[in-house]
């Protein structure tokens, strides 16, 4: 059908005294974000329309052309499972491990952050290291000549995690990327119920719906393998099945768990399901904080301390100006309905761009030029 060629970074296992007794990584990241499979530098949609349905297309990961924006959250993760057993959208739990791993290589924070696309200027480039540019994306700027977008891959070495040619780039600015999280107008977060990124274990997968409320993951046909600990998901925990409600997202209660099956309160459609499965936590991230400032502490060891929610990187104070230790990056939120997580800013975010920034003020519904997504695999 076109282009499967996808690039990906193997993220080591590592740990971090930001969040104690926590191990990060241990999973496979795109090195980009996604693009679809025949795009080239001037076409961006050549497989599927501003906003449709994913289908059977798989989001590809490679430099140099457009990427695949006006994606709603759970399109993203439909297009992200169609590259094969264990790939996924990236998870709340797999971006914090970018962002931790990020600081952890900055050199006690004097280093240079991960720059990236987030000025809004021809040629694109970076709002504090304007010499740093990359190739513009004609496809969008035809769309709407205002728009200075970057192409995925063409920064400097600079615009990677690690600063290297080998790290995964445009974490900072270019597109804000959907992940797994959502947030409940009582500010109350939704994330992946366990954090364990292993293809076994892991929360969040495909499967299929049977007999109206039963998930079962037991390798076969387009399932993932499971082996959940029995009654895992009992207690607070919601599964968000991507292709519910005609490829709207439906979060589905848990109400049992065995080791390849959930039953779920509710009645999605029988077949394929993409899901995520959600504990929801009950603390509102928002309060005491204004949307559109920026990070001053974080919910880890060296913040506020919340078990619960430290290795997420959600924030846990905030204010206009922010803290180099989190790059100044900013935090926005809207509570008047379901909220489904952005990482990372947009090509016009400035300064507020960066690893850490969230954007929790979308609805899952949501596509714009300014959405992407890339996908993790579990090992």
Known sequence: ??????????????????????????????????????????????????????????????????????????????????????????????????????????????????????????????????????????????????????????????????????GVFDLNGLVFEWVMMLMSTDGYPYVPANLDPSYLKSPYGRGTISGTNTLTCDGTGVNWLKTWTVDEFNTDCYCYIAEANSGAGVLYAVTDTTATTLTLSGSPANGTATFCIFKLVATDITSGMTSGHKILTLRDDLGTPDAALEAFAIPATADATGAAAYGNDGYWFDKTALRAALRGGNFGNEAGAGVFALHLGRAPSHSFCDVGFRACKAL
């Not at 280093?111 to 990236?116: E, L």
């Open 1 to 166: 059908m076109g282009n499967y060629t996808n690039k990906q970074i193997v993220i080591p296992p590592f740990t971090t005294t930001d969040v104690s007794g926590v191990t990060f990584g241990g999973f496979v990241m795109d090195k980009y974000p996604c693009s679809q499979p025949n795009s080239r530098p001037d076409e961006g949609s050549p497989d599927v329309a501003h906003s449709g349905a994913a289908g059977s297309v798989p989001a590809i990961s490679k430099p140099g052309v457009p990427v695949w924006d006006y994606i709603t959250f759970p399109q993203a993760m439909i297009a992200c499972a169609n590259k094969g057993k264990g790939w996924h959208l990236t998870s709340a739990f797999e971006w914090a491990s970018l962002a931790f791993l990020a600081k952890k290589l900055s050199s006690n924070d004097t280093q240079v952050w991960p720059s990236g696309d987030n000025n809004n200027v021809n040629p694109p480039c970076d709002i504090t290291n304007t010499t740093e540019i990359a190739i513009l994306d004609k496809h969008l700027n035809t769309e709407n000549g205002t728009y200075y977008r970057a192409l995925p891959g063409t920064g400097p070495k600079n615009w990677a995690h690690n600063h290297a040619a080998n």
